[in-house]
């Protein structure tokens, strides 16, 4: 008799090590199999270090900022035997993939890995001079809204007079950039790139030399002619646009202008209307960010996308990313029930969006995604005693129209108070960004963080402070040889 074959699932195996809901029996069972091929240990002794290589492997792909002594105190074991389990943690390649399909793999894979795979996370820990990996430049001079969560000193904004010079040294930081990384550069703020006459020229700089830069804009100034005016726009790799609301109201309580939100709409489905007839690369995608009383607004983000891609249902957007409000302030963190509800909205916009999108890509961020996924992300809360003096430039700076070199990408902004102890030192006609950074880290300057220093950093300064502190306790420690447990790309 014929028999009809039926789909089975793939076997559960070590690459599910770290996936909350994996069956953890069948994983320590391949697992075991894999220690005894290995070290040709006994079963009971290889089941045993399966076990602990399961839970290992679990904790990181979940908490991934945990140092490794913490680590070792739980499982109560002694230095050698630690080492041991560390040792076979590496011998085992499959371990280190499988942390990054866990909740916070976004954290590993987004951030981790290329910059382990740059050393410029290892350079920030020795404390040696490394051109930055990540170079935001920030054109803006001011910002038409006033956002209710942002830094920004009202009023405060740079002298018209300033731009043209001003274009001029990110001209030449763009021509300082290597250029084997065509995303190590991003335009931002500070306050807001479009508002800068000449940006469409510094992009195309740029792409003459083989980079795709992203602009962060709230797009207000993204007009049909604007991007007329300034054609150069269209050789940006993508367009990152922060969505204020999903309504007027909305948007006018986040950013205290009136009428912002149709003009914003307009100007996305203008951009992807000319896009398609250009049939220009350049991706359009949405940064939202959820903010308190509005976690249950995700199914209307989709909707609202669903309505600009009737723009251009042939090239429709591109991406969208969703982040809690990183800031730490305590207006911008969701109540516990609020936190209950997004968990489960999450998973509703994710099938949303793969139904009436498709096609889009979803970030929802480590945080978020392990949220999710079921999992309280370990909490990223730097402060002023977890900050680090030194900062990281080898990893990221930030660069104003002044030239002035910033350690923290939230620090950027004019007559912010206390932002100017994070300068590193300004770019001139005579004086590049390689030698600022080098000379920056070289004679050990440090600064010493006040309160309220913490809402400099935004999350991926969190994150990067959050790892080189691990890596720091880790050497300290005497882990120095499995420091950050995982290190090689
Ligand atoms: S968050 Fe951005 S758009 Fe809003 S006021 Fe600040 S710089 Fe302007």
């Known amino acids: ?54 839970d290992l492997t679990a904790h990181y792909g979940a908490s991934p ?10 499982f109560d074991l002694d230095r050698a035997g630690f080492g041991r389990l560390l040792d076979l943690f590496d011998r085992i390649p499959q371990l280190g993939a499988a942390v990054e399909q866990g909740p916070a793999g976004k954290y590993w894979s987004n951030t981790i890995r290329p910059l382990n795979a740059a050393g410029a ?41 300033s731009v043209v010079p001003g274009n001029e040294i990110l001209t030449s930081v763009i021509d300082e950039v290597p250029s084997e990384n065509p995303t190590a550069m991003y335009l931002s703020g500070g306050l807001e790139p479009l508002t800068n006459p000449g940006i469409g020229a510094l992009v195309s700089h740029a792409a ?18 604007t991007l007329r005016r300034q054609p150069g726009l269209w050789d940006l790799g993508a367009v990152r646009t922060s969505l204020y609301g999903l309504n007027n109201d909305e948007y006018q309580a986040t950013t205290g202008k009136r009428g912002a939100f149709e003009r914003v709409r307009k100007n996305l489905q203008d951009f992807l209307r000319m896009r ?14 959820i903010l308190p009383g509005r976690a ?36 911008g963190r969701l109540s516990e029930d609020e936190r209950t509800e997004l ?10 969006a793969a139904e009436r999108t498709p096609g889009m890509q979803t970030d929802l961020g480590y945080a978020l995604e392990s949220l999710r996924r079921g999992v309280d992300a370990q909490l990223l809360r730097i402060r002023p005693e977890t900050m680090r003096p030194t900062a990281h430039p080898q990893v990221a700076v930030q660069i104003d129209l002044l030239g002035d070199v910033y350690l923290y990408r939230e620090a950027g902004f004019p007559g912010l108070a206390g932002a100017t102890r994070y300068i590193a030192g300004r770019v001139t006609p005579d004086r590049s960004l390689h030698s600022v950074v080098h000379d920056f880290v070289t004679s050990g300057r440090s600064v010493d963080p006040q309160p309220g220093d913490e809402f400099f950093l935004d999350g991926f300064d969190q994150s990067v402070t959050a790892r080189l502190n691990q890596l720091e306790q880790d050497v300290a420690d005497g882990w120095d040889q499995h420091r950050g447990l995982i290190r090689a790309v």
Do not use: W
């Open 343 to 352: 968990r489960e909205g999450l998973a509703r916009f994710v099938d949303y």
């Open 276 to 289: 398609a007839e250009r049939a220009a690369p350049v991706r359009l995608g949405l940064n939202h960010i």
């Open 1 to 54: 008799m014929k028999t009809t074959p039926t789909a089975t699932a793939a076997p559960i195996g070590i690459a599910d090590a770290a996936r909350p809901d994996a069956d953890r029996p069948a994983v320590v069972r391949a697992l075991s199999a894999e220690v005894t091929r290995l070290t040709g240990a006994a079963s009971d002794t290889a089941e045993r270090q399966a076990a602990r290589l399961a």
């Open 208 to 225: 003459r030399r083989g980079f795709a830069l992203t602009v962060y804009t709230n797009a207000f100034a993204l007009t049909e002619q």
């Open 121 to 161: 996370l290892e350079a920030a820990v020795r404390r040696e001079p490394a051109f930055p990996y990540s170079v935001g430049l920030y054109p803006g001079p001011t910002c038409m809204f006033r956002c209710h969560f942002c830094v920004r000193v009202t009023g405060a904004k740079y002298d018209a007079a």
């Open 65 to 74: 900022f945990t140092p490794l002594e913490q680590m070792r105190r739980r």
């Open 296 to 331: 249950n607004r995700l199914i209307d983000l989709v909707d609202f996308i669903a309505e600009l891609n009737e723009s251009s249902p042939d090239r429709p957007l591109d991406f969208v990313t969703v982040r809690e409000d990183y800031s730490g302030r305590d207006d």
